[in-house]
T-cell receptor
């Protein structure tokens, strides 16, 4: 089946550092979404990307929809302790219209 | 607006027992989804409803899982009988429109989930 390969699997960084994570697939997606999940909670949408090449920001977060429509990245600038959590990429398949999630990137921030 | 409500938050059962989860979506959201999230993995879609009709249940293990949304509002997901590998968080989500359509505002919101432990 279709899969999203998300990397890195986990990151441990110092407060104030910038963070980058990405998602790749062998399939084409119409939409890319980035979610954050805190312990004991459901995923919360951070950024949605609708067009190839699109670059979108939300505060300290920036995400891009790859030109090939097969990848996306998320950057977090000047990380703070509350950025801790699991970040998921998700894509809407151009073939099936289904929303598929990556495996997640666990982010830990050291104060 | 109120979010997606799920209950219970936690459930521990023995294998071969039955269990049911409840979800009340955001008012006015026509589309409702049930996802299974196994520890360390991303959510996996089990079933999608549009109003009270099933749109996609291709990944629902129908020999033991069932779901209904009789009045097109709240929904229940049942497992009977449960297996050890069913231990997971079961997330409910709702949206204004189906994600298969073009839209600039998905209004796609997850509940806090029900954590199921099968022992």
């Amino acid at each position: 089946g279709q899969q999203l390969n998300q990397s890195p699997q986990s990151m441990f960084i110092q407060e104030g550092e910038d963070v980058s994570m990405n998602c790749t697939s062998s399939s084409i997606f119409n939409t890319w979404l980035w979610y954050k999940q805190d312990p004991g909670e459901g995923p919360v949408l951070l950024i949605a990307l609708y067009k190839a090449g699109e670059l979108t920001s939300n505060g300290r977060l920036t995400a891009q929809f790859g030109i090939t429509r097969k990848d996306s990245f998320l950057n977090i600038s000047a990380s703070i302790p509350s950025d801790v959590g699991i970040y998921f990429c998700a894509g809407i398949s151009s073939n099936t219209g289904k929303l598929i999630f990556g495996q997640g990137t666990t982010l830990q921030v050291k104060p | 607006e109120a979010g997606v409500a799920q209950s219970p938050r936690y459930k521990i059962i023995e294998k071969r027992q039955s269990v049911a989860f409840w979800c009340n979506p955001i008012s006015g959201h026509a589309t409702l989804y049930w996802y299974q999230q196994i520890l360390g993995q991303g959510p996996k879609l089990l079933i999608q409803f549009q109003n009270n009709g099933v749109v996609d249940d291709s990944q629902l293990p129908k020999d033991r899982f069932s779901a209904e949304r009789l009045k097109g509002v709240d929904s229940t997901l049942k497992i009977q009988p449960a297996k050890l590998e069913d231990s997971a968080v079961y997330l409910c989500a709702s949206s204004l429109v189906s994600l298969g359509r073009e839209t600039t505002n998905y209004g796609y919101t997850f509940g806090s989930g029900t954590r199921l432990t099968v022992v």
